[in-house]
């Protein structure tokens, strides 16, 4: 299977640190808990791509995790982290400010479509990138509120997932590429039997009927931003009634806030590409679907904190750095996790 390594020690002093910043940009913001000691940092990075799977062993000094709102309005990342604190730990908070607590042996999710801040002492952790829908797919349904749960090292559950992680883990270098789906269904299995018991009650029939029709129109929804995307567009399109359509999209902020964000997150990319740099903002705006410049850039300020020049700037500026030494994994890794 493909597989990379980033290791801090291609660096020397507290440039490490920043090499791993640059490294793990793709899924956290980190800070170091305090500037003394930089120089001794230490962390590295052994990816596999399973398909529909990423897998990671992690080791790293410690330090600050973040994903604050604005930087989930950018990456528009909407897939469950699994991590396995196999040493170290970390305390922090999820969601709005709710606490938790990880441990040696202890297992978390995360849904990195929400908020969590966490300050961790130096580590070693086996990880899972899941995306959503495969998850959803094994869980039963869509709807799953995960984020934040910890599974105990202490835990019958807890130790169960733990030793298929183990085995797992073991087992990757042994793994053929054709072998990958059925290694990826049956973790996606064990994940759902596992945490099953940490899950809101089971959907009924219709519920269930309901989240695929969701993923439909969210779907079309991504493939054609740049068209009219009215109710009455996608409830002709679907079938369905306004306000079965506005009773789907309720949790998500609503259809109209739904389609603008991803407009808005596709955008934000178009902007930091550099292969976009002779298109003007209007132009990229219109092809988003959006029928004023004015109105576009007033949506980006509010959505991401900065103008349509800054992002296109920021991205022209993070390019050149990664021509002049990122980690080439890095750009590898980001590349996965993005496709998944």
């Not at 002093?13 to 500037?35: N, T």
């Not at 099953?196 to 219709?206: G, W």
């Not at 991401?304 to 030494?325: C, E, I, K």
Request: glycine content about 10%; charged content about 20%.
């Amino acid at each position: 299977m493909p597989s990379t390594l980033f290791a801090t020690d291609q660096a020397a002093g507290e440039a490490r640190f920043e090499a791993w910043r640059d490294s793990i940009s793709v899924v956290f913001d980190v800070a170091p808990l305090a500037r003394e000691g930089l120089g001794g940092f230490q962390a590295s990075v052994n990816a596999s791509h399973l398909g529909d799977l990423l897998v990671g062993d992690l080791c790293f000094g410690g330090q600050q995790f973040s994903r604050a709102r604005p930087r989930l309005a950018r990456d528009g990342l909407d897939h469950y982290l699994v991590q396995w604190y196999r040493g170290g730990g970390f305390i922090g908070q999820h969601g709005d400010g709710e606490d938790m607590e990880v441990r040696p042996g202890d297992i978390t999710v995360f849904e990195l479509d929400r908020p969590l801040r966490t300050f961790a002492q130096p580590s070693r952790v086996l990880s899972l990138i899941v995306p959503r829908a495969l998850a959803d797919e094994a869980f039963g349904s869509p709807g799953t509120d995960l984020h934040g749960t910890v599974l105990r090292a202490d835990n019958p559950l807890g130790g169960l997932l733990s030793d298929h992680l183990a085995s797992l883990h073991r087992r990757l270098p042994t793994i053929a590429l054709a072998d990958a789906p059925a290694v990826v269904h049956a973790t996606t299995q064990m994940l759902a039997a596992c945490l099953r018991p940490s899950r809101r009650t089971q959907a009924e029939a219709q519920d269930a009927l309901h989240g695929v029709t969701l993923e439909r129109i969210q779907q079309h929804i991504g493939r054609h931003l740049g068209t009219p995307l009215a109710p009455d567009t996608l409830c002709g399109r679907f079938g369905i009634s306004r306000s079965l359509l506005y009773r789907l999209f309720e949790p998500l902020g609503g259809v109209a806030h739904y389609v603008q964000q991803r407009r808005l997150q596709r955008a934000y990319h178009a902007l930091a590409n550099p292969a976009n740099q002779r298109l003007r903002v209007a132009e990229i705006a219109a092809r988003m679907g959006f029928a004023s410049e004015a109105h576009f850039s007033r949506a980006f300020r509010a959505a991401f904190g900065l103008t349509p020049s800054d992002a296109r700037a920021m991205g022209t500026a993070g390019r050149a750095a990664a021509g002049t030494g990122a980690p080439a994994s890095s750009a590898e890794y980001a590349d996965w996790l993005r496709g998944l």
